[in-house]
DNA sequence: GATGAATGAGGTTTCATTCAT
DNA sequence: AATGAATGAAACCTCATTCAT
């Protein structure tokens, strides 16, 4: 059997067993954010797949675990995006930058639109399991500052960002910054109109303060 | 026994049970913020007290009332504050204005450091417990926004605020801005140096920008 | 002091405790019987009543305890009025004895009009509390049997009952009847017209059968 | 396996399951008669069948809910017997209706000698729980007075009964007798004497009244 | 003597997890 | 491999009773 085979080639059984896997965390990740962590029993999202709860054990080790692959797989989620879509050696001024800043912004629009479910579990129930997945979380946020320090930096290098910028801080605010338009975004879904101001708001306080 | 004194000469018994009651609600508001809301049970709370568990139900209807008065008090502190250190007339320059900023971060960066526990509940926990809580939450985010909106306005119309600028909607990515800078604060509590880092770029965003 | 003042020169302060005494066995009748005795807590009787529940206990040894208080009240009463109206030596004939039969009817139709909580409380409520309490209410309905039992005998020794007439069995029989209507009483207290015939079918029974 | 045995041959798992069940009911019903149901914990009836209290909950929706199933038990046994020895057609003269009270109440008399919890919990606990459940055990105490109406009715148009017999009062009475002769079986279910001399008065009474 | 604050035993119920089928 | 019956730890909450004021 060659290599490429080996992937395609996966017997029925383990095909299924892998999309009851995918299944299960994207039903959890939805009960989760719509019930709530606490308030959602393994009976509930087994329930809601319509299999029997003990099956849930095959695949995950306990009720904590799958939230670790629920979070891990939304983590992966954006940072590929914002991994993809931040070329730094692409951006060559201030303008580069505001186009670069829109790409990305649209791209974590569009996944904060696809996946409403995984958001809110991010940001508003996944800080409330234990001490372990809010530093995850927190280790994440870090991350994403850290890529985005390393953006400001080379701008502040290429001379189109303030030459005292704190790229460190900075970066923490930005992140601060998109994860507010993504709350935003949570509360009123529906309200294109507010999302367009939040996210202009963003780009003109980032590009031009908000002074005269 | 004078009328002035009535007020201030409560029982023995009735100063007892009001200071017992703030007790309960600190010690609630310290577990909750240090195990999380659902691993805290009445009984840890008790304990912690040195009380037996019926006599926090003689103060309060039960576990989510609690939580409810935890989150008032600490509703009211941060209200008070920036309804008091916001006098708008008071601002006539953006000169004004960044000190006036900078009066109120402190402000609210005292709020934090002094209850940094019920901090780690409002942006941590609560969002978790149950929708009308999130609700609340929320709702006291949009407050702090309108309030913030109104001194933009302010200062559009006095000139020092960029005319085309969206009141509405940067009130609101200011209030995401102060918080993510207790976000931060709440991760390193004496990283003085870093407080005083994110502090700065937050207000030379606000002014400046980030452009060159 | 004379014989006669003692019982009239109570000092203020014991007619008051006396009073009490009776209002709390009342009240806590009432509420037994509306709410059930398990479903009635001593604070519910002490708030109806308007004093702290800590008096209660001043009064009554504990919760129990009142209610064989309750129970006393009532049994006294009833064990009277039979008493009082049964003047064994009085009934001659079958129409003497239907005389009296109506009379005590009448006698026993107004306690329980009068006191339907009490009623309510022996008939539904005091058999399910403990066996002492069973045993104590089917010990007065015996009580009654035996009671009824003997003026059987007097009737039968007169001739105006059947010879073979099982007084003993007889006695708890009637009493059962008389508990039946109670019962009935109980279910539609301002049916009077049901109540009448109910009376009249019990009475023509025991007089006559059902017989043709 | 064909198609007739579909329903015969549950699986075993599912006759073990309905045994438990049938179990659970049965030995609630005896743990609630004799130590009244607010005296028993769901606990005890767990311990007392040796599995776990939390078993219970996977059969019953909650405490209150298997009384509602040891009731609907009870009821529909002693329905049956009365509904399957009644032909009313069948009875023509006062001999034949003497005939058929006594076959009733022997099969009444064995349903309580078989079921002695169930009529102690029926009569004596049930009335306290709420009134709901009181409303229940009127509700059947008044069905079964109506069948005997129908009853009382024929034998009136047959003119073996008085003509001027109110047959719904009647009804309710004989109910109330039949009640009085369960409950003296109760309180002493070994004197079968005593329950031969209460049957027969109770027949006498109903046949002859007590009048010489 | 009256009060009501404090207490903790005790009860109900949920649900994550195990394991025999 | 899937199932769901069984389990009991653990949580919430009530309330009879005590006792200091």
């Given at each position: 059997m060659s290599v490429m085979n080996e992937k395609k080639s996966l017997s029925r059984a383990e095909r299924q067993k892998i999309q009851l896997r995918t299944d299960i965390i994207e039903t959890a990740s939805?009960?989760?954010?719509?019930?709530?962590?606490?308030?959602?029993?393994?009976?509930d999202i087994a329930q809601r797949l319509g299999i029997g709860h003990g099956t849930f054990y095959r695949h995950f080790k306990n009720k904590r675990d799958i939230l670790d692959h629920v979070i891990d797989d939304v983590s992966s989620k954006i940072a590929n995006t914002l991994l993809n879509e931040?070329?730094?050696g692409a951006v060559n001024s201030l303008d580069d930058y505001r186009e670069q800043c829109l790409r990305i912004s649209k791209q974590l629009a569009n996944i904060?639109?696809?996946n409403p479910n995984t958001a809110r579990l991010v940001l508003l129930e996944a800080t409330s399991?234990?001490?372990?997945?809010?530093?995850?979380?927190?280790g994440f946020?870090?991350?994403?500052?850290k890529l985005v320090s390393a953006y400001m930096e080379h701008g502040v290098k290429l001379?189109?960002?303030r030459e005292d910028l704190d790229a460190e801080a900075t970066g923490h605010v930005i992140v601060g910054l998109i994860m507010?338009?993504?709350?935003s975004f949570l509360r009123s879904p529906d309200d294109k109109a507010m999302q367009k101001r939040m996210a202009d708001a963003v780009l003109r306080i980032l590009v031009d303060g908000i002074g005269a």
């Open positions: 939805a009960e989760f954010a719509e019930r709530g962590y606490h308030q959602t029993s393994i009976s931040n070329a730094p904060v639109r696809d399991i234990d001490p372990e997945m809010t530093q995850r979380i927190m946020f870090d991350w994403a500052a001379g189109f960002f507010t338009s993504a709350l």
